[in-house]
T-cell receptor
Framework: AQSVTQLGSHVSVSEGALVLLRCNYS??????LFWYVQYPNQGLQLLLK??????LVKGINGFEAEFKKSETSFHLTKPSAHMSDAAEYFC???????????FGTGTSLTVIP | DSGVTQTPKHLITATGQRVTLRCSPR?????VYWYQQSLDQGLQFLIQ???????AKGNILERFSAQQFPDLHSELNLSSLELGDSALYFC?????????????FGEGSRLTVL
């Protein structure tokens, strides 16, 4: 069975500081992993996805994530936080049947001016 | 704009009532997914349809049902509503069932049950 765990339901960073949002996965097969972002009063939108190509995946808005099989992790990072990055971030894994996405419980990112 | 359209955006109703939420997927997308987002349970997968057929079922209550029509739009029917059904209901679509597929989400329908 596939699942993801997001460590830390709330993360606060200062503007300009490093953003690190943690996600660990559990999968019996090579995983397909995603990060989605949800801005207030909006639906989720894709930030980036890992599909077994390069282990370092670059996404939109300066975000990137590194797939580490040895640590079963797929943490999301951004070198310098902007106020506009304040949102809810969800990690997700695609189920082995290829038709079901399992989402983490989300991490709310606050950026302090 | 993801291209996925959900109506209504907001809905307030009473316990015991029935509501229908509608979703139009992105042009060309054959799969439609329904998710429920609540504060205490996060984003829960309800059900998936592919080209009119049910393909996967998640934590969907028996009081809830869904279908996907020939024009690929989908409806989620919620009946005998309870206070705990108050949540944001998202529809998402994807091109097909490939492992590299991604989901495109609508803006959600916020249901409040009083």
């Amino acid at each position: 069975a596939q699942s993801v765990t997001q460590l830390g339901s709330h993360v606060s960073v200062s503007e300009g500081a490093l953003v690190l949002l943690r996600c660990n996965y559990s999968s019996s097969v090579p995983p397909y992993l995603f990060w989605y972002v949800q801005y207030p009063n909006q639906g989720l939108q894709l930030l980036l996805k890992y599909t077994s190509a390069a282990t370092l995946v670059k996404g939109i808005n300066g975000f990137e994530a590194e797939f580490k099989k040895s640590e079963t992790s797929f943490h999301l990072t951004k070198p310098s936080a902007h106020m506009s990055d304040a949102a809810e971030y969800f990690c997700a894994v695609l189920g082995s049947a290829g038709n079901q996405f399992y989402f983490g419980t989300g991490t709310s990112l606050t950026v302090i001016p | 704009d993801s291209g996925v359209t959900q109506t209504p955006k907001h809905l307030i109703t009473a316990t015991g009532q029935r509501v229908t939420l509608r979703c139009s997927p992105r042009s060309g997308d054959l799969s439609v997914y329904w998710y429920q987002q609540s504060l205490d349970q996060g984003l829960q997968f309800l059900i998936q349809y592919y080209n009119g057929e049910e393909r996967a079922k998640g934590n969907i209550l028996e009081r809830f049902s869904a279908q996907q029509f020939p024009d690929l739009h989908s409806e989620l029917n919620l009946s005998s509503l309870e206070l705990g059904d108050s949540a944001l209901y998202f529809c998402a679509s994807s091109r097909g069932e490939t492992k590299v597929g991604e989901l495109f989400f609508g803006e959600g329908s916020r249901l409040t049950v009083l």
